[in-house]
């Protein structure tokens, strides 16, 4: 059976509110705005052509303003170009707006720039389906900088039998493209895994969710994604916790590997302490990007968990998840050996057993010195390159 596709409206063009003058310190706008919809998932082609008579400004120089919104955005975004076309991206869940207008500057014009009144136009997919048949609860993680998972639930009004597509386009591909490794719930698609997405890193990934069923229209969902927003890590490996001549409690562990780039990197260190009777609580100890840290012990205390966590920092991207914290909290029993405080850790499994620590070093390790690794992120049997689905 060949795949549901859904329809794509060409075109739609409306322009208007044009102010035409005769004065020679004066230009007309461009003329026959348009905005034009390829099929890629709300990038739109938006064309228009110069004003009339341009050619008799050959000591100006023309450019235009061009601006564009989605309805209900209070702000626009602005491009000022000399060209005649441009693509940009929209959510086409909204009515896209764009507006633009001529302006000239030169000797023709006394080196002062003279604007012309704007235009408008307007694009807008036709409403398919009640809004309660659109999925819900949409959302994605771009696990360890290697694979998007997407995951939604169905629309409210959600008829029997009911198949769910998911779409994807980003600059680089000739076409939309549907998913091809689906996540099943009862027979019906309830996520989607996508590979081989470097190409779309920081950049605008389009997504459309759409849904068909036996006589009855459901309502797409479109939205925009940033891979790098969506980055969760996986926890960082070989966690070393151990203590200094002076009691100073020591933790090191390396990056979690994978795709994610280390400089990416921060991370977040927390401690349970026992103080006397006092049950143990986590405290927060630091947010840094290095992967070794010294913290100093409140007196009489006794440390029973470390676990370190890490998320991608604030020089590559806007925001992120948090990766899981190194391990499960594993207890501890502090008590002298010959004079020298140590503590045995119990865990039961990733924990591997060091040496002895040399002496000439300055640092005694805990007896049972226990490096805590956490596995990296469970590997998954590999997913067929996408399909080549035209969108449409």
């Excluded at 500057?105 to 009144?117: F, L, P, R």
């Excluded at 996520?191 to 081989?196: A, D, I, T």
């Excluded at 470390?306 to 991608?312: L, S």
Aim: include cysteine.
């Amino acid at each position: 059976m060949a795949p549901w596709r859904f329809p794509v409206l060409p075109v739609a063009l409306v322009w208007g509110w044009v102010l035409a003058s005769s004065s020679p310190t004066t230009v007309a706008p461009p003329r026959d705005l348009q905005i034009t919809d390829p099929g890629l998932l709300g990038s739109l082609d938006v064309e228009w052509k110069p004003p009339p008579h341009v050619q008799t400004f050959n000591e100006c120089t023309v450019k235009y303003k061009f601006e564009y919104r989605n309805s209900g955005d209070r702000d626009w975004k602005v491009i000022f170009t000399r060209k005649l076309k441009f693509r940009v991206g929209f959510d086409l869940s909204r009515t896209a707006e764009v507006r633009l207008q001529t302006l000239l500057k030169g000797w023709c014009t006394d080196d002062v720039e003279v604007q012309s009144d704007w235009i408008y136009a307007t694009f807008q997919v036709p409403p398919q389906g009640k809004l309660e048949s659109e999925v819900q609860n949409f959302h994605c993680i771009y696990h360890d900088w290697e694979y998007l998972k997407c995951s939604w639930q169905p629309g409210l009004l959600t008829p029997h039998g009911v198949h769910y597509g998911l779409y994807y386009w980003y600059e680089g591909l000739d076409h939309a493209v549907q998913c091809d490794h689906y996540i099943q719930d009862r027979g019906v698609n309830v996520g989607c895994v996508l590979r081989n997405l470097s190409q779309a890193e920081y950049q605008d990934l389009n997504i459309c969710v759409n849904g068909s069923a036996a006589a009855t229209l459901l309502r797409p969902l479109y939205t925009t994604l940033r891979l790098h927003n969506l980055a969760k890590p996986s926890a960082p490996k070989q966690l070393v916790v151990s203590m200094s001549a002076a009691e100073e409690l020591l933790v090191a562990w390396s990056p979690p590997g994978g795709r994610m780039p280390p400089h990416c990197l921060e991370y977040e260190v927390q401690v349970a302490e026992d103080v006397g009777e006092a049950t143990a609580a986590w405290a927060f100890v630091s947010t840094q990007m290095e992967t070794a840290l010294t913290i100093s012990r409140a007196n009489q205390s006794h440390v029973s968990c470390v676990r370190v966590r890490g998320r991608t920092n604030i020089f590559c991207a806007d925001q992120g998840f948090w990766s899981e914290w190194t391990q499960d909290c594993f207890s501890g029993m502090e008590h002298k050996v010959n004079r020298v405080s140590s503590t045995s850790f119990i865990k039961p499994v990733w924990v591997q057993v060091l040496m002895a620590a040399k002496a000439s070093a300055g640092v005694q390790h805990w007896r049972g010195d226990a490096a805590l690794v956490t596995p990296s992120a469970s590997s998954s049997t590999a997913i067929p390159t996408a399909l080549h689905l035209q969108c449409s």
